[in-house]
């Protein structure tokens, strides 16, 4: 149980070249054959896990949920502390969360999600899958006292919606000071609305 078989082995590790390709040369100029010319392997190889292009970004897309749920790292899910919460919070507002997955990539396949139903249905599982997961944690941080919020789900969509908006107009600036002072900020607010005091936490060692 939890193996993957030698197909689904094999598909991940297409996908892992077809991102690489896509995001060195762009979507649009990444083609099957030169997926199949960088893994040194005949096309044919690649049809027979994925027959189109189009098949192949669904898996990529797929792909973008696996790494986007990497930023909780929960040791204990039945016991989620206020470390835990604290530490997903400045992770979501950092750049480990910005490098989870190429921002041009991203926004081509969002911009992809207006014309082909199938990749809206899959981005708006991607963006219901983190929201689910950080009001999840705030529930279980609400049940141990550690903090009161009153709607953990819209206080879970508020915090994504700074997130999103945070990375989608930090993308366009180049001063790195300016980047990373404007993320703090946002990630200021985002501890208003679970009523924490961050300046407060970072005093104190995160022991999970």
């Given at each position: 149980?939890?193996?993957?078989?030698?197909?689904?082995?094999?598909?991940?590790?297409?996908?892992?070249?077809?991102?690489?390709?896509?995001?060195?040369?762009?979507?649009?100029?990444?083609?099957?054959?030169?997926?199949?010319?960088?893994?040194?392997?005949?096309?044919?190889?690649?049809?027979?896990?994925?027959?189109t292009?189009?098949?192949l970004?669904?898996?990529?897309?797929?792909?973008?949920?696996?790494?986007?749920l990497?930023i909780?790292?929960?040791?204990?899910?039945?016991?989620?502390?206020?470390?835990?919460?604290?530490?997903?919070?400045?992770?979501?507002?950092?750049?480990k969360?910005?490098?989870?997955?190429?921002?041009?990539?991203?926004?081509?396949?969002?911009?992809?999600?207006?014309?082909?139903k199938?990749?809206?249905?899959?981005?708006?599982?991607?963006?219901?899958?983190?929201?689910?997961?950080l009001?999840?944690?705030?529930?279980?941080?609400?049940?141990?006292?550690?903090?009161?919020?009153?709607?953990?789900?819209?206080?879970?969509d508020?915090?994504f919606?700074?997130?999103d908006g945070?990375?989608?107009?930090l993308?366009?600036?180049?001063?790195?000071?300016i980047?990373?002072?404007?993320?703090?900020?946002?990630k200021?607010?985002?501890?208003?609305?679970l009523?924490?005091?961050?300046?407060?936490?970072?005093d104190?060692?995160?022991?999970?």
């Open positions: 149980m939890g193996r993957k078989s030698i197909k689904e082995a094999r598909q991940v590790e297409i996908i892992k070249v077809f991102y690489k390709v896509a995001k060195t040369e762009g979507y649009e100029n990444t083609s099957i054959a030169k997926i199949a010319k960088v893994m040194d392997i005949n096309p044919s190889l690649i049809i027979h896990y994925f027959e292009k189009e098949d970004t669904y898996g990529l897309i797929d792909y973008i949920l696996e790494r986007y990497l909780y790292t929960i040791k204990n899910k039945d016991g989620v502390t206020l470390s835990d919460l604290s530490k997903t919070i400045d992770m979501l507002f950092s750049k969360w910005n490098l989870l997955f190429d921002d041009g990539l991203f926004y081509t396949f969002y911009a992809l999600a207006f014309r082909q199938k990749i809206k249905a899959k981005y708006k599982t991607i963006l219901d899958s983190l929201r689910f997961a009001a999840s944690m705030i529930e279980r941080c609400n049940e141990q006292d550690f903090i009161q919020v009153q709607d953990p789900k819209a206080a879970a508020l915090i919606v700074l997130v945070a990375y989608f107009y993308s366009l600036e180049d001063d790195k000071k980047y990373a002072e404007r993320l703090d900020y946002y200021g607010k985002a501890y208003q609305i009523g924490i005091n961050n300046l407060v936490l970072s104190v060692p995160l022991s999970s």
